[in-house]
């Protein structure tokens, strides 16, 4: 799918997938109070649902990061709005190759992202980011149930096969050096009222922009589906919050 039709669909949402302000502050509240002389770095923020909150509820400097330069232009036209351009900055790089020193960061926050890079590879690629005891706050798709229909199991092998059980995701924050402080599953609001029907909203303005191209019917078929898909087998897979800290 070329990348201009999906930052086109995308850019004037609020989230780029499921999550939410309560969850946010939920996973911000398994960390401890964090200073004004602390940095954060936000991992594939996307237009920064997630920044904002974290601008407004931290004393902290965010850097924030993303592949896609329209996402973060309206990152940066939202937090100039809340007037917190002096502790929110911006960074264009691919997440495997963000160009920061060792030992930058005091947290590192991923929502909905750190799939990209895989959730494992993740955790251990990004620990050379983390100040000793530094702690990490992702979501990730996982399994909710021991056992599923097989059309759910044949849809993620084929969609993001790394998806899990949350115990062996656990075990894997565990492998990669971390010590494993708190998870919860987000909510069922975070996909439907947060996500999916923000981008829903924008379905027929972006199918009248791009002339109901072949390739613009096929991307908003393909979300279509998505939703359909999560509406029909949501008690089998959803979004979880885990929360870590780095063991030195």
């Known amino acids: 799918m070329p990348y201009e039709l999906l930052v086109d669909l995308y850019k004037d ?79 264009v790089a691919p997440m495997d190759q963000m160009p920061f020193e060792n030992e930058s960061f005091d947290m590192i926050w991923a929502e909905g992202s750190i799939y990209i890079m895989g959730f494992e590879e993740g955790f251990k690629q990004w620990k050379r980011l983390l100040k000793p005891g530094g702690y990490m706050a992702v979501s990730e798709i996982s399994w909710l149930t021991a056992e599923r229909p097989p059309e759910v199991n044949d849809y993620w ?3 993001y096969s790394l998806i899990d059980s949350i115990s062996n995701k656990t075990e894997q924050i565990l ?24 981008v829903s909203q924008q379905k027929d303005a972006f199918l009248q922009k791009h002339c109901f191209s072949p390739l613009s019917s096929d991307l908003v078929k393909s979300l279509e589906e998505e939703i359909d898909f999560y509406m029909k087998y949501k008690q089998y897979y959803g979004y979880v919050f885990y929360i870590a800290q780095k063991i030195d």
């Open 13 to 91: 949402t609020m989230r780029q997938g499921p999550g939410g302000v309560t969850e946010t502050l939920k996973a911000l509240s398994f960390i401890p109070s964090l200073g004004n002389d602390q940095t954060i770095l936000d991992v594939g923020c996307g237009t920064g649902a997630q920044t904002e909150v974290l601008a407004i509820h931290t004393p902290c400097y965010i850097v924030a990061v993303d592949i896609m330069p329209e996402f973060l232009e309206k990152l940066t036209q939202r937090i100039k709005k809340l007037n917190l351009s002096e502790r929110v900055s911006t960074v």
């Open 157 to 159: 092998k084929k969609e």
């Open 175 to 198: 492998r990669s050096g971390y010590l494993p402080i708190a998870h919860f599953i987000l909510p069922e609001k975070c996909w439907i009222d947060n996500y999916y029907s923000s």
